[in-house]
């Protein structure tokens, strides 16, 4: 055992560390790094939406400690907008390979469980793009008893890591968010699509609890999903999701990562039934689309008639990144009776329309006009897949708050895509 500043000895000239998503990360230990930045000379953190704001996030530390996100959250997204950390476009479940192909990946700074027994760690809440790099490239662990210990391919024996030091400090809670009229709408139409026995990847938010709560009328429901919270435990412990149906991993809740209560925390401790799998096999499309009616559930902030989803930027900002959404929209394109649904309120909170003729000009697209299936906001769901240009204008115009109807068709034929 070793204490956090001990992974110094660890960090060269130029390194690239790479840290996981949301709990996942170290928090002593890269305290450690920040308070002897001095001693570091181009270093790079490489991550996924990290916890908490650092002051190497902002910059701080130049030519010494620098963040590359590769989504953004409260964490890091200030700090990009400042211009004090940099951003990479990818897919998550290309996250892996970009960086073996793109950086030095030269150590994994991660939190676990405690070791058990027989000398293993487990990544608890995560496995990530972190797990594909267990056996590759050397550990230093932060062991934290109060990290719920899960199964899956995210274990790492004692002798793989090359340090590992104890913190004890509770994980941070992310409470259910608290669902509008609006989200019950939506979660009411697309629950009325989705069978007994599909298959489930849903995200984390409004829409997606007021939709894991229309489901419990359900049956045999699997998940197969990048994020897993308090959403799934609620329908497990009610029998609705038991993945008896499921074609991979059957009988288990297949997730990259974890987020939610402390409840929920102590539910995934030891449960068998949960699988932490690495997000290059979780998110892969082509293993995506091996599972029989796969139904993919992402949120969008605004569309276009053509049916391209921006999912990344509010008002032309960057605010996230592309996460899975493109991952599991062209998984379910391919899987057996699987549908993929875009959700979004039809305005914003100022009453601006998020369907619009055209998407605005630095506005980066999310999902593909080719690839999306279904777009619902609580006026109703378009179905785009298959339909021409002017079908699908038409369609969701239909959907769009009706205070913006006859100006999105006013303006459709005055772009040529509503004849």
């Known amino acids: 055992m070793n204490a956090p500043t001990d992974v110094l000895d660890l960090v060269r000239d130029g390194a690239d560390l790479i840290v996981p998503i949301h ?34 996030i902002n910059g701080e530390y130049p030519g010494r400690l620098t963040h ?27 996250m892996p390979l970009l960086l073996r192909e793109h950086t030095r990946h030269s150590l994994v700074l991660a939190a676990s469980t405690m070791p058990d027994e027989q000398g293993y760690f487990s990544l608890g809440t995560n496995a990530d793009y972190v797990a ?54 939506i979660a009411e139409l697309v629950a009325e699509r989705v069978p007994n026995g599909a298959c489930l990847q849903i995200g984390v938010g409004r829409i997606p609890n007021a939709l894991l709560a229309e489901l419990a009328g359900h049956r045999d ?15 497990a412990e009610q029998g609705v999701v038991t993945g008896v149906r499921k ?31 690495p997000v290059d096999w979780v998110n892969d499309p082509r293993v995506v689309a091996r599972e029989p009616a796969m139904m993919s559930i992402n949120a969008t902030s605004e569309i276009d008639l053509m049916g391209q989803a921006a999912s990344e930027t509010i008002a032309g900002r960057y605010w996230s990144g592309s996460g899975g959404q493109a991952d599991f929209a062209r998984g379910a394109m391919y899987s057996d009776g699987g549908q993929a649904f875009l959700v979004t309120h039809a305005t914003t909170s100022d009453g601006i329309s998020r369907i619009k003729v055209q998407l605005g000009r630095a506005t980066p697209v999310t999902t593909l006009k080719n690839t999306i299936d279904h777009v619902v906001t609580e006026y109703g ?36 895509l509503l004849h």
């Open 23 to 56: 709990h996942g990360e170290p928090h002593t230990v890269i305290d450690a790094l920040e308070a002897h930045a001095d001693r570091l000379t181009g270093v790079r953190i490489h991550q996924m939406d990290p916890a908490r704001e650092r002051p190497y």
């Open 132 to 185: 594909a790099f267990i056996g590759e490239v050397p550990f230093f662990l932060e062991a934290n008893p109060r990290m719920p210990r899960t199964f899956g391919q995210n274990q790492i024996h004692v002798s793989q890591v090359a340090g590992w030091c104890v913190a004890d400090y509770p994980l941070r809670e992310t409470m259910p968010a608290v669902s509008d009229d609006r989200d019950t709408r």
């Open 247 to 277: 074609k991979l991993q059957r009988d288990k809740h297949v997730a990259t990562f974890c987020i939610g209560t402390r409840r929920f925390f102590d539910w995934l401790d030891g449960n068998m039934s949960v699988a932490m799998l």
């Open 381 to 416: 769901i378009a179905e785009l897949r298959g339909r021409s240009i002017s079908r699908r204008a038409a369609a969701l115009i239909a959907i769009a708050h009706p205070d913006h109807r006859d100006r999105l068709t006013y303006e459709a034929r005055h772009a040529g």
């Open 68 to 94: 590359v996100s590769y989504y953004l959250g409260p964490g890091c997204r200030q700090a990009y907008w400042n211009g004090t950390c940099e951003l990479v476009p990818a897919h998550f479940s290309e």
């Open 221 to 235: 429901l699997g998940v197969h999903t990048e994020a897993m919270s308090d959403g799934v435990m609620h329908l």
